[in-house]
């Protein structure tokens, strides 16, 4: 708590005790070389194909709940070897622990209203202190900023270099939201909505089949408390209230990669390794394995 009110009243010079990074949080990654097609990042014919494990990524992931933020940087982070952070994960893990913090928390997710800021970043901030002792370099944060305040906050101690900003239209989120199952034994995410939406004004249809799980953890599927319509449409308004000025922020910034999800992860996966300029490093790494 005190290191929170220090930085809210700090000029950004203090601002690195917040997160108690090491040094290595500081330093800025050799360059940002990848891109969308659409995207400012891309220059000319001179795509570098830096070897991913040369690069100190510290990649920031934007979208609406449901958007699949936390499938594409799980993914993301099992292939370069970075951890993948989600903040929902942490006030998940926090309300989990049944600690002082969880009834106020529950209160908070399950009305779909967003966590202090001061929470929030207390809560990172320990999960990447933790990640520093056991030696862990960059990350993806998904879910991570979600108001200005925490952008300014993490761009006071550290270097973001890149900012994926994932969409699909509104129809699909609701859906996507309310198909989300997790396993409660081997805590991976599946999807069982089946997602048909019609193109219509020039705008290409979407279809995704759902993400089943294997026979074994079908019987412990469990769905986010804060999965019903109603807290789902909540989450969807406050997003994009509070998700404009963010986007607006790091497209000044020239960092924002936007990117909209042309189907299912068969689809989307390859199509943003493509826009990642990572395609032909997942064929060496899927080469190797
Ligand atoms: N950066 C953040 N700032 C404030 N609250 C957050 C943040 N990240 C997560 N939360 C809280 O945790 C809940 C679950 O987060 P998350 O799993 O990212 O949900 P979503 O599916 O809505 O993206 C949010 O509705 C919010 O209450």
């Known amino acids: 708590m005190a290191r929170i009110v220090r930085v809210a009243r700090s000029s950004s010079s203090s601002s690195s005790s917040l997160f108690g990074f090491g ?12 891109a ?5 990042f891309l220059h000319g014919g001179g795509a570098r194909r830096d070897a991913a494990k040369d690069r100190n990524v510290q990649w920031v992931f934007l979208g609406c709940p449901g958007v699949g933020k936390g499938t594409y940087a799980s ?26 913090l969880a009834q106020q928390l529950s209160e908070i997710v399950n009305q ?11 809560l990172l901030s320990k999960r990447l202190e933790a990640g520093e002792a056991k030696g862990e370099s960059g990350f993806i944060l998904d879910g991570f900023p979600r108001t200005m305040r925490q ?32 396993c409660n ?11 048909n939406l019609k193109g219509e004004n020039g705008k290409p249809g979407i279809s995704m089949d759902p993400l089943l799980p294997p026979p074994q953890c079908m019987s412990k599927l469990i769905t986010r408390a804060d999965d019903t319509e109603e807290v789902v449409k909540a989450r969807l308004r406050i997003y994009s209230e509070t998700s404009q000025p963010l986007e607006e922020y790091y497209r000044s910034k020239g960092k924002l990669m936007e990117f909209d999800l042309p ?13 990642l300029r990572l395609d032909e490093y997942e064929e060496k790494q899927s080469a190797v394995a």
Request: net charge negative; charged share 20%.
């Open 75 to 100: 993914r993301l982070s099992s292939l370069l070897g970075v951890p993948h952070i989600a903040t929902g994960d942490l006030v998940r893990e926090e309300l989990a622990s049944s600690g002082p």
């Open 151 to 182: 952008a300014e906050i993490l761009g006071d101690v550290t270097d973001i270099d890149l900012v994926v900003n994932l969409k699909l239209p509104e129809e699909v989120l609701v859906e996507k939201c309310l198909g989300r199952r997790t």
């Open 36 to 40: 969308s097609p659409s995207s400012p």
């Open 112 to 122: 779909g209203k967003l966590v202090s800021d001061e929470i929030i970043v207390n």
């Open 263 to 275: 189907g299912g992860i068969p689809e989307s996966w390859p199509r943003l390794l493509e826009a």
């Open 185 to 195: 034994q081997c805590g991976k995410g599946f999807n069982i909505a089946h997602i």
């Open 23 to 34: 040094s290595r949080f500081y330093s800025t990654s050799a360059g940002v070389s990848h």
